[in-house]
């Protein structure tokens, strides 16, 4: 699937990674914020009354959220290679249906956002349906200023395959939200212990306050 994600912070086109691991990875980020914000309206009551048993909610909250983190941080370990090894076969089938509208779309954009032309290079568009009906002729996602159609012969156009810089990005996209992940993990880790010492102290406060 061709997708536009805004993961990162920076919207780009995420092209032909498979749709079920994009979606899982956006569905379990989306999941993992939902608990952060529930955990955090947890810890304000907890802290603003004084209640062990509310702060106890939060730690477990924190415990699943903790969980999930690492959890989605090996599967994009050890899913990363398999998905970018999907970017090749995935942006060949985009030259070989070219003819369909919103394909077009869809690898004009990438062509054009990566100023790329082809899979490995731009020769690859000769061995297509829609090279062989039009002969020296590329794109107009590939040529340096956007024409309907480039001729190879008398038009400048990108030489340089999409393959790399879209697998790059891919790699980099996904590495980036590995190592966010990992770092919220660190995280999660400092504010369970902190809890903990926040419920040891009530407890202490409630046994002194006992004992007068």
């Known amino acids: 699937a061709v997708v536009s994600t805004q993961s990162t912070g920076t919207m780009r086109y995420l092209s032909v990674v498979d749709e079920h691991s994009v979606f899982f990875v956006a569905i ?3 999941v993992i914020g939902t608990l952060i ?6 810890a304000c009551c907890g802290s603003f009354w004084e209640n062990k048993p509310v ?3 939060f730690i477990g909250i924190m415990w699943v959220i903790l969980i999930l983190e690492i959890s989605l941080s090996i599967w994009i370990f050890y899913n990363l290679e398999p998905i970018k090894r999907s970017v090749r076969p995935a942006l060949f089938e985009l030259l070989e249906s070219y003819e369909e509208t919103q394909r077009n779309m869809e690898l004009d954009k990438i062509q054009y956002n990566y100023k790329c032309c082809g899979v490995d290079y731009h020769l690859d568009w000769l061995d297509t349906t829609w090279g062989q009906d039009h002969l020296d002729l590329l794109p107009g996602s590939c040529c ?15 030489q340089t395959g ?5 697998r790059n990005y891919v790699d980099f996209t996904f590495s980036v939200d590995m190592t966010t992940l990992l770092f919220a993990g660190f995280a999660q880790v400092l504010g369970i212990s902190l809890s903990y010492s926040l419920t040891r102290l009530i407890r202490d406060y409630e046994v002194a ?4």
Request: hydrophobic letters at 40%; proline letters at 0%; a negative charge.
């Open 55 to 57: 702060l106890y909610v």
């Open 28 to 30: 379990s980020m989306a």
């Open 209 to 212: 306050k006992d004992e007068k």
């Open 144 to 158: 340096h200023t956007m024409f309907q159609t480039c001729n190879i012969t008398t038009t400048s156009f990108s």
């Open 37 to 42: 914000l529930a955990a955090s309206v947890v």
């Open 162 to 166: 999409c393959y790399e810089l879209v």
